[in-house]
């Protein structure tokens, strides 16, 4: 089924034939409508046309001191083009304020422009994603409008310092100490050990010359807790590093090789009052300090992160899921019965269990960052008002959103790349560093068992509220409803509203097990605090079944709200049962325990399970279609629109350096005395 002379291979051609649904209309839905999609492409055709970021050699062949170079040079490139960029697509996006733009930037660093142009990281990306925002969110007004506008224009490069090498979950225990001098009106930054230096910091290693940086704070010969300082790491015309700075890069990595993480020592480096931060916690002239409202209010940019985190992991997902999908119905195998043709490889049932669910984790991820995204901008401006009331909330969804969407795309970005056999090995195939990509986000900007144990925190307190019989906030609702799984059981039925209310009494059940366990090792004798670490393992999974349900919810509601052809509304309601029920499936014995589930429904649950995998089995490559994701984007033999995946898959191995010679100076070297000295 090769198709010759760059024809489009025909069994892509008889799948996108048989597509039940318009995947334009699907397009347009999922970017925000026609125009939206009209500027996503023109922006596309505005940065890939261009020579400059085109790789003669792949990244992968060249060393790691080279590969950091081609990547300055990208994203160096990038933001001038970002900035020149003609009148209309991007008029506003020379403007601060920076929260207001942070979708746009997401477009570009994210999972799909960013990552055609800087496959393996981008040593600007911190800047933009974290110097930026801490600068708009911590800043005065007058310390705004100093540092945004140089950072804006890129006059100067800055980056978010705050892990160190002793301590990146709990902040605070960091170690870098920011001393006040009210004789010299300064703060004095050291580094006591090796463990306070900073580590892991994006851009940090040889691209920022600026820093936040986060260190105690004294005053007054008092510790006032972690707080954010403006700090200049290198000289802004030689680059060299400051006096009393200990700079460097911390190695090559998993993956995310290009963004530069760095290490950051200080010895006695002195900075100007005025380069605290302070929109939040001042520190006066004579030393006095100042405190704001909430501690809390400091790890705002951790949290506009954790919300922007949701909707990259749906665009790494889709482009892994596009590039598998595309290949299943190229790629021919076996035999399905004997003597018959080999069958293409989507027609096998586990190879649609591996692919259909992992579709359907992409448009669950993005419903449910779009949520998150609306809920943060609203509490951030009750923030900006002085009202805090929703801060917990909002911290306690963004945390095990984050958690869940970044374990869901690493687990099903590896479980797409082996559906892709031996090809999905390749580096070529661009799966093994979008898993580099993806696995980095469990991570970083918050480690997930850490999170999910931020929101059980938040669980816990919401469970006693509910028994007290108060009044809960929507998101947690559920708990006042659901609050004893031993009331009687009702008749289980394969419907979308029992299929919810069975999450929820999931997570009510878990939330109330790990309560009570909790309780009981307390009136053991246990401390508090012992008695949490040990019921810590169903602290985790109450969190993760309180979001999956949420998820789950949000995609139901959303789709059933859309307002889209039927055709299309049919294939958004079979993708958001197949979510459910394969989660569900996952976690049965949850089910059985805490829900209306009987042992003799789950075979109804398999049925449904396999009837919407083959409801969907055919319109499996016109929904990676409607992703819309450009070639370039994709940058894989494996998923190409046209599906020639033989010739690109030869065509990559050609670019391999050792095929630039037909004998290897090795064999002269190595090889031939070797084998000479054996005869
Ligand atoms: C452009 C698009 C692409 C995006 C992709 C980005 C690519 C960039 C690549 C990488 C960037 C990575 C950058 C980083 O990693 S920066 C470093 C991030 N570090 C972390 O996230 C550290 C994690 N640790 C913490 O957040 C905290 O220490 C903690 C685990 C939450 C614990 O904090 P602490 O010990 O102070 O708090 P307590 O446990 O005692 O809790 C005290 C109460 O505060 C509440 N709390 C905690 N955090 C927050 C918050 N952020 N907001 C609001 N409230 C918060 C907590 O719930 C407690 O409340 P309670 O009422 O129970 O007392
Ligand atoms: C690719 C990448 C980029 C990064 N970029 C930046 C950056 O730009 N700026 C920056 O400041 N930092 C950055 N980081 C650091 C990142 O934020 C930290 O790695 C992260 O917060 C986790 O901290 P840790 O590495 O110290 O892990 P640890 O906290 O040491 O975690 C180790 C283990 O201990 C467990 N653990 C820790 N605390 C608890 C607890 N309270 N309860 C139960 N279990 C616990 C964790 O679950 C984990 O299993 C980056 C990291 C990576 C990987």
Known sequence: MVSENGAVNEDLVKERQNCSFNTLELTHLLDGGEAK???????????????????????????????????????????????????????????????????????????????????????????????????????????????????????????????????????????????????????????????????????????????????????????????????????????????????????????????????????????????????????????????????????????????????????????AVTIATRYSAVRHQSEMKPGAPEPQVLDYRTQQYKLLPSIASVFAMKFSANWIWEMYNVVNSELDQGDLERLPELHAVSCCLKALCTSDAASAVEIVRLACGGHGYMKSSNLPSTYGLVTAACTYEGENTVLLLQTARYLMKTWQQARSGQTLTPSVAYLNLYSDWRQPRTVWENTTDCVIKAFYQVAAGKVKAAAEHMERRAKGG?????????????????????????????????????????????????????????????????????????????????????????????????????????????????????????ERLFEESQKSPLNKEPVNKSFHEYMKPFLRSNL
């Not at 580094?191 to 005053?219: M, R």
């Not at 995609?555 to 294939?571: C, G, H, M, N």
């Open 37 to 319: 999609t009209l500027e996503r492409k023109e922006r596309e055709e505005y940065f890939l046309s261009d020579p400059a970021f085109k790789d003669e050699v792949p990244m992968e062949y060249l060393s790691h001191q080279e590969q950091y170079e081609h990547s300055v040079r990208k994203a160096c490139h990038m933001f001038r083009k970002l900035q020149e960029m003609p009148h209309g697509s991007m008029d506003n996006f020379r403007e601060p304020p920076v929260e207001s733009v942070a979708q746009r930037i997401k477009q570009l660093l994210g999972g799909m422009l960013g990552s055609a142009i800087l496959k393996d990281g981008n040593p600007l990306a911190l800047h933009y994603v974290m110097f930026l925002p801490t600068l708009a969110g911590q800043g005065t007004v007058e310390q705004q409008a100093y540092w945004i506008s140089r950072a804006w224009n890129l006059e100067i490069v800055g980056t978010y310092a705050q892990t160190e090498l002793g301590h990146g979950t709990f902040i605070r225990g960091l170690e870098t100490t920011a001393t006040y001098d009210p004789s010299t009106q300064e703060f004095v930054l050291n580094s006591p050990t090796l463990t306070a230096y900073k580590w892991w910091p994006g851009g940090l290693g040889h691209t920022a010359n600026y820093a936040v940086v986060v260190a105690q704070l004294y005053t007054q010969g008092k510790c006032h807790g972690i707080h954010p300082f403006i700090v200049q790491l290198r000289d802004e015309e030689t680059h060299m590093p400051m006096p009393g700075i200990i700079i460097g890069e911390i190695g090559a990595k998993l993956g995310m090789n290009t963004t530069n993480n760095g290490y950051l020592g200080f010895k006695q480096v002195r900075i100007p009052r005025e380069n605290m931060l302070m929109k939040n916690n001042k520190v006066l002239e004579d030393g006095t300090y100042v405190k704001s409202p909430s501690d809390k209010l400091t790890y705002g940019t951790m949290m506009f992160v954790r919300v922007v985190i949701c909707q990259d992991m749906a665009s790494y997902l889709s482009k």
């Open 526 to 646: 246990m401390t508090p605090e012992d008695a949490w670490n040990e019921t810590s393992i169903e602290l985790v999974a109450a969190s993760t079944a309180h979001c999956r349900a949420f998820i789950v919810e949000k995609f139901i509601e959303t789709v059933s709200k859309t307002d889209v052809s039927r055709p299309l509304q049919a294939v958004l309601c079979q993708m958001a049962e197949l979510y459910a029920v394969y989660w569900l499936l996952n976690n049965k014995g949850d089910f059985l325990m805490f829900s209306n589930l009987s042992p003799a429904d789950v075979d109804g649950l398999q049925l449904w399970l396999e009837q919407l995998l083959t409801k969907l089995r055919p319109n499996a490559v016109g929904i990676v279609d409607s992703f819309d994701i450009h070639d370039d984007i994709l940058a894989s033999p494996l998923g190409a629109w046209d599906g020639r995946v033989y």
